[in-house]
């Protein structure tokens, strides 16, 4: 004999199912992950050794700590759908950063910190999707070689920016041009190349309304000349050393070299002018001759 089922369950089983799903994703939304703490909308990870993300986080989540671990990846697709996650810590962990990586585009977040990883670039695709961005820390990054130009055009809202001790020699002047929200930037412990392609990005440091906490710290490391100086110093230097500069004596040369060619283009003028005298003179007493036999002839 087999079971009885009511006919009422066989012609809604395709709402049986959708109930299930959604006991399914709220079940998901609400869970915590085996090795993680979790208080109200903040879940912490920090110190549990993960080489990767956990994969119960819940969908509500707000704060996420990822600190001090072993993650070498982010997965893109399963932390972009969490849609109301604001602080993001991945400090202290393996993370890398090709020039092809984008960061998963969790819509709300508003402060993120990859400190003390293994990043080597940021391009302009990195955080496009980022753009309620508020806080970006990307300290203590020795790999990290290379900020390209726009690489912030798509997080206008950036306010504090840390990117200090880092690799970096180099940034372009346009890099931090249109972020017109950056109050506080941190550029200590780079081994930055200050020659005549760095003055640009002195002249912005000079004219922006930003603040500079480690400002005696921003030093540069090359060229020797310029070695150990802050960059406020070296702006200085380098618009003596890179653009047109004239000093008193410069003006005194121009000055002598104006009279030296005035006086021999007078000189070669009035040479001309005699020679041309000396020259066409005597024929011209010739012809005065020849006139007076031609008239004493008639």
């Known amino acids: 004999m087999g079971y009885l089922i009511p006919p009422s369950f066989r012609t809604s089983t395709p709402l049986w199912i959708a109930v299930l799903i959604v006991i399914k994703w709220t079940g998901k939304g609400l869970s915590c992950p085996s090795k ?4 109200q909308k903040a879940v912490n990870c920090s110190m549990k050794a993960l080489d990767k993300v956990p994969g119960s986080i819940p969908l ?29 810590d991945c400090s202290h962990n393996l993370l890398e950063m090709g020039l092809d990586f984008t960061f998963p585009g969790i819509v709300k977040l508003t402060y993120l910190d990859l400190s ?9 695709y990195t955080f496009s999707q980022l753009n309620k961005l508020l806080l970006l820390n990307l300290s203590s990054n020795p790999k990290l070689v290379e900020v390209k130009d726009k690489a912030f ?35 200590k412990g780079n081994p930055w190349n200050c020659d005549c392609s760095f003055l640009e990005f002195c002249n912005w440091m000079k004219k922006a309304d930003v603040v500079y ?17 802050t960059l406020n110093v070296a702006e200085t230097k380098l618009h003596y050393l890179c653009l047109v500069h004239l000093d008193f ?29 000396i020259y066409y003179h005597p024929v011209m007493k010739v012809d005065e001759e020849l006139d007076e036999e031609e008239y004493r002839m008639i």
């Open 116 to 124: 003390f990883n293994k990043l080597s670039f940021v391009t302009p």
């Open 249 to 277: 004596q410069d003006f005194v040369f121009l000055g002598l070299m104006a009279i030296c060619i005035f006086f021999g283009g007078t000189l070669v003028a009035w040479l001309v002018g005699l020679a041309t005298v």
């Open 60 to 88: 509500t989540t707000r704060e996420l700590i990822l600190s001090d671990n072993k993650l070498v990846t982010l997965p893109v697709l399963e932390m972009s759908y969490l849609n109301e996650l604001v602080y993001l």
């Open 36 to 39: 993680c703490s979790c208080e």
């Open 213 to 229: 906490p480690d400002s005696e710290e921003m030093t540069c490391n090359k060229p020797e000349l310029l070695k150990g100086l």
């Open 153 to 187: 055009d798509s997080n206008p809202l950036l306010r504090f920016v840390d990117m200090s001790d880092c690799g970096l020699t180099y940034v372009g002047g346009e890099l931090f041009k249109d972020l017109h929200n950056l109050r506080s930037l941190r550029l």
